[in-house]
T-cell receptor, first 108, second 116 residues
């Protein structure tokens, strides 16, 4: 089975950096996904990590350590539009198991 | 444009009535999924289908039914047996990786169901 943990809420100031951690326990590892979900909308894909290390995509980066069962999503130069919930998810055969999500609030 | 559509966006139902939520995709994905999301909670899997004419129960299938007669379509029926049907329902689709596990899932815009 899957056990995925992430913080419930985080608050940061516009222009700052925020790091959202995700720990997981899986019976077999096949990568880790990060999604962004604005309130009332569908999740949208942000990143997929299958190898250890940091992958950068503009202001967003995602890191994975398979030996530690740990990932983080790094949001740089925060903007008001980054206020959303961020979900980490791991494949479980034909399914995705999602964490409960971290709600990030960006203040002016 | 390829994508996933869900209709309607908002749906109101009286207690005791069945209701069907539509999900259509033109991404040529083999797999489709239905999730339920409650306020402040993560996504919970209701049903999924790996291929046409086949589907499997997810973690919270009781009170729901699905069909997969076409690759593009995966409708979800919320029956009167579902005790707490008011929620945000999301449909998703994906292909498979070479390792045989789900690839990136892409979501439709969702249907918000309210039982009156």
């Amino acid at each position: 089975g899957q056990n995925i943990d992430q913080p419930t809420e985080m608050t940061a100031t516009e222009g700052a950096i925020v790091q959202i951690n995700c720990t997981y326990q899986t019976s077999g590892f096949n990568g880790l996904f990060w999604y962004q979900q604005h309130a009332g909308e569908a999740p949208t894909f942000l990143s997929y990590n299958v190898l250890d290390g940091l992958e950068e995509k503009g202001r967003f980066s995602s890191f994975l350590s398979r030996s530690k069962g740990y990932s983080y999503l790094l949001l740089k130069e925060l903007q008001m539009k980054d206020s959303a919930s961020y979900l980490c998810a791991v494949p479980n055969d034909y399914k995705l198991s999602f964490g409960a999500g971290t709600t990030v609030t960006v203040r002016a | 444009d390829g994508g996933i559509t869900q209709s309607p966006k908002y749906l109101f139902r009286k207690e005791g009535q069945n209701v069907t939520l539509s999900c259509e995709q033109n991404l040529n994905h083999d797999a489709m999924y239905w999730y339920r999301q409650d306020p402040g909670q993560g996504l919970r899997l209701i049903y999924y289908s790996q291929i046409v004419n086949d589907f499997q129960k997810g973690d919270i299938a009781e009170g729901y039914s699905v069909s997969r007669e076409k690759k593009e379509s995966f409708p979800l029926t919320v029956t009167s047996a579902q005790k707490n049907p008011t929620a945000f329902y999301l449909c998703a689709s994906s292909s498979w990786t070479s390792g045989g596990v789900t690839d990136t899932q892409y979501f439709g815009p969702g249907t918000r169901l309210t039982v009156l």
